[in-house]
């Protein structure tokens, strides 16, 4: 575990590898980094939240790092725009945060399993759900939506920002206004090439939408989740914010405003900003 000392006064950032068998045979070891705050929590300290933050497809931990060494999360610590929280962020490829469909890698397990009670151990952090937040981009929107839909009671809020989540609640209902029929569109993109983007075995068999598995997609399926435990998740009193352009380049508002709905009519509360 390495740490490194913060560019201006608030907090510091630590960066390692958590050992697992969880995710995969070619890898031994999720990168991470943490940001904690100065202001205290850890080992018999009153302890701190826990911001889980999960960035998108493409990114790593890097991501924090880069946040860290610019000063953003510094400042609004310093300045009380942020109560000092603990936030951390694993490297997870183009994983969607998923356990497989083919049970090749548990990424949501790992999550769930092993690096949220190893940070909250390491730093004294979370606990409960009052202490537990979760905040992610595109892919990590759809991470956190979720992780935090398949276990309300163990979260107190999560914001999805730009979620990459389908406007539909059934892969037979996907469109082609969906990145996930992309490669269906473009005759350039070959079946092997949308194997080399890791959808092969990720929501099923096959590498394009009809060869997903139903019953897991729906699984999978954050707008789907919020319909089928709707009643779950509104009285676990779990907090939600959603944003999205309503721009987006991959036509990602199309999902956010679906889930808007589905929320909407299940009477769960929450915010959302177009």
């Not at 070619?26 to 940001?35: C, L």
């Not at 610019?70 to 929280?85: E, H, I, K, N, Y």
């Not at 939408?209 to 399926?221: E, H």
Request: glycine content about 12%; some cysteine; hydrophobic content about 40%.
């Amino acid at each position: 575990m390495l740490s490194t000392p913060a560019g201006m006064p608030g907090s510091r950032l630590v960066a390692g590898s958590l050992p697992t068998q969880l995710v995969g045979p070619q890898t031994d070891a999720v990168d991470y980094a943490v940001i904690v705050p100065d202001a205290g929590g850890g080992r018999g300290g009153s302890p701190l939240p826990l911001l889980l933050n999960l960035h998108g497809a493409g990114g790593s931990c890097e991501q924090l790092k880069l946040e860290h060494e610019a000063g953003g999360w510094d400042a609004r610590f310093t300045s009380g725009l942020l109560p000092p929280v603990v936030v951390a962020m694993i490297s997870a490829e183009i994983s969607m945060y998923l356990d497989y469909w083919d049970g090749s890698q548990r990424w949501e397990t790992f999550l769930r399993t092993e690096f949220v009670p190893f940070i909250e151990r390491e730093f004294g952090c979370g606990g409960s759900a009052s202490r537990r937040m979760a905040l992610g981009v595109s892919m990590g929107g759809f991470g956190v939506l979720k992780h935090c839909f398949r276990q309300p009671q163990d979260w107190g809020a999560v914001a999805a920002c730009e979620p990459a989540i389908d406007a539909a609640i059934d892969a037979a209902d996907i469109t082609m206004r969906s990145p996930k029929r992309a490669n269906e569109a473009d005759p350039a993109n070959t079946p092997e090439q949308a194997r080399q983007t890791q959808v092969r075995g990720k929501f099923g068999p096959g590498a394009e939408v009809a060869g997903f598995d139903a019953a897991f997609y729906r699984k999978n399926n954050p707008a789907a989740m919020a319909r089928d435990s709707g009643a779950a998740i509104r009285s676990s009193g779990l907090k939600i914010c959603l944003e999205v352009g309503d721009q987006d380049f991959l036509m990602l508002h199309d999902g956010c405003e679906l889930l808007h709905r589905i929320l909407w009519d299940e009477q769960i509360e929450h915010q959302y900003f177009l």
